[in-house]
Every structure is written in C-alpha cells, then in structure tokens.
C-alpha cells in the first residue's frame, strides 16, 4: 500500500472537475494520534489556580491587542477582545447578583435564629412559673439588712 492517498476525478454542480480523496484510502492511512489534544502542563496549571491552556482564556496573549499604532495610540479592539470582555462582563455580573443573594441569605437566616430563639425563650419562660407566694419576698429581705 503507498503512503499517499490516490485521488479521482469528481464532477462537480458547475461541469468543472475536482480532484478528491479516495475514501479507501484515506480510511486506510496511519495516523500517529486519533485522541484530542492534550495540552502540556495542563494539569499542573489547573492545580495551582490557573488556566488549563493559558492562549485560549486568559493572559498578554489573549487580552492584549496583537499590535499598537507607533505613535502610542491604542490598536481598535478584535471581535475575540470584545466576546472575550462581554463574557467576563456577563460572568462579573453574576458574581455581584450571587454574592448579593448570598449576604441577603445569611441576613434572613440570622434574623430566623433570632426568632427562633425569643420564641423558645418565650417558651421557658412561660413554663416555668412560680406557684403560690415565695417563701422569702424582697421585702423581707431588706428588712433584715
């Protein structure tokens, strides 16, 4: 078996000839990988906090602009710049509406155990009642200092 692949002639909608790959032989060839792409280190970098392939969601790389005007002047910004800060825009915001929702949570929570505990107060207090009339009044207590 050759290593290139042959080709044949396919006709195409407009009368003109194309050359294509021959099925057969493109299933028959030899490829060194079939898996996706594994990024190297990305493991490491996911463990310590960082991007899994630093090119694709954060960095100089993917948030600089890829050339400035000589004069200093700042480059216009790519569709990938502004998709990349809408998404952060949108993902910043979700933050503040969670963290808010969060803090309202804990207020709510602490002010049911505030409730919670005056009224099982209330419910010791109201179970425990003295019958009858003390042995000893305050009264009698001051009279004898």
């Known amino acids: ?43 490491w970098r996911e463990r310590h906090g960082l991007a899994r392939n630093p090119t694709h969601d954060y960095g100089p790389l993917v948030d600089l602009p890829d050339w400035t005007y000589e004069d200093g002047r700042p480059a216009p910004q790519t569709e990938r710049q502004r998709y990349n800060l809408e998404r952060r825009r949108k993902i910043a ?7 808010r929702e969060l803090v309202q949570a804990k207020k709510e929570h602490a002010a049911k155990q505030e409730e919670i505990q005056i009224t099982e107060e209330n419910v010791k207090k109201s179970r425990l009642r003295p019958k009858g009339t003390p042995w000893k009044t305050k009264k009698d207590t001051a009279e004898m200092s």
């Not at 000839?17 to 057969?24: A, D, I, P, Q, W």
């Not at 915001?93 to 963290?99: G, K, L, S, T």
């Open 93 to 99: 915001e979700r933050i503040d509406v969670f963290a």
């Open 1 to 43: 078996m050759s290593t290139l692949p042959c080709y044949k002639m396919a006709a195409s909608t407009r009368g003109t000839t194309l050359l294509s790959v021959c099925t057969r032989c493109f299933l028959q060839r030899r490829y060194l990988s079939v898996n996706c792409s594994l990024f190297a280190g990305g493991k």
